[in-house]
C-alpha cells in the first residue's frame, strides 16, 4: 500500500513538472515571437533570480518555482500591443493604466494551467514596491510574496540599469549604488544585498 502510494506520488510530480515545463516553453515561444527583447529579458531575470534565492538559501522547490515564475513574469505584456511598450516609459495616463494591468493579466492567464498555480503570486505582486507604491495591489514589505520580490529587483535591474545604453561605462560602485539607492523604498534591503553579491560573484561586497 504504502509503495503503491510512493510510486503514484513521484509519477504525479513528474507528471506536474513536464506539464509545466511545456507551458513555460510554450509562453517564452510567445514571448519571443512577440518581442526578441521581452524573450531575452526574461531569460535574464529568471537567472538572476534563480541565483538569488541559491544565495538565500531558499528550499529547492522554491528557486524552482522562482525560476519559472521569472521566466513568466511578463506574460501579461502578451495583452499589451507593440505600439504601447515601444514607447514605455514615455506613456499616456490610458496607457499607463492598461501597462499596469499586466501582472494581473498574466496571473489570470495561468489560473487554469496544470502546475502553475503556485508561480500566480509571484507573477502578480512582482510590481509591487517594499514601500507600498507598487501595483496592483499597493502590497508592503513583507506582505510581498518573497520570490516577488526578488524578481521585482532582477526585473528593475535589468530594465533600468543593465539595459540601459551608459551601462558599460559603469563601475561596479556606480551600478552598486543605483541598486541601493532603492533599498528600504523600492526594494526588500535583504534581497538587494544578496543579489548584489550575485551579480558581482563577489561575496565580499557591503553597503
Known amino acids: 500500500m504504502y509503495s503503491s502510494s510512493l510510486f503514484q506520488s513521484l509519477y504525479t510530480s513528474k507528471s506536474n513538472q513536464y506539464k509545466l515545463d511545456t507551458i513555460v516553453s510554450h509562453f517564452l515561444d510567445l514571448l519571443q515571437m512577440k518581442s526578441r527583447n521581452l524573450y531575452e529579458h526574461a531569460i535574464r531575470v529568471s537567472n538572476h533570480s534563480a541565483a538569488t534565492a541559491v544565495y538565500m538559501r531558499l528550499p529547492t522547490d522554491d528557486i524552482r518555482l522562482i525560476r519559472y515564475a521569472g521566466l513568466l513574469h511578463d506574460i501579461g505584456l502578451l495583452c499589451v500591443p507593440n505600439s504601447i511598450l515601444d514607447k514605455a516609459p514615455y506613456l499616456s495616463r490610458r496607457e499607463l493604466q492598461l501597462y499596469k494591468k499586466h501582472p494581473d493579466l ?79 523604498i523600492l526594494f526588500d534591503p535583504d534581497v538587494i544585498s544578496a543579489f548584489i553579491k550575485v551579480i558581482f560573484h563577489d561575496t565580499s561586497i557591503t553597503k
Request: with cysteine; proline share 6%.
Open 106 to 184: 498574466g496571473a489570470n492567464m495561468l489560473e487554469s494551467c496544470p502546475g502553475c498555480q503556485e508561480l500566480i503570486p509571484y507573477i502578480r505582486f512582482h510590481h509591487e514596491r517594499w514601500d507600498g507604491t507598487g501595483f496592483p495591489k499597493h502590497l508592503k514589505n513583507v506582505n510581498i510574496p518573497l520570490g516577488a520580490r526578488i524578481i521585482s529587483l532582477a526585473s528593475y535591474y535589468d530594465d533600468v540599469i543593465y539595459s540601459s545604453p551608459d551601462f558599460k561605462n559603469k563601475s561596479k560602485a556606480d551600478v552598486t549604488r543605483d541598486i541601493f539607492s532603492g533599498s528600504g
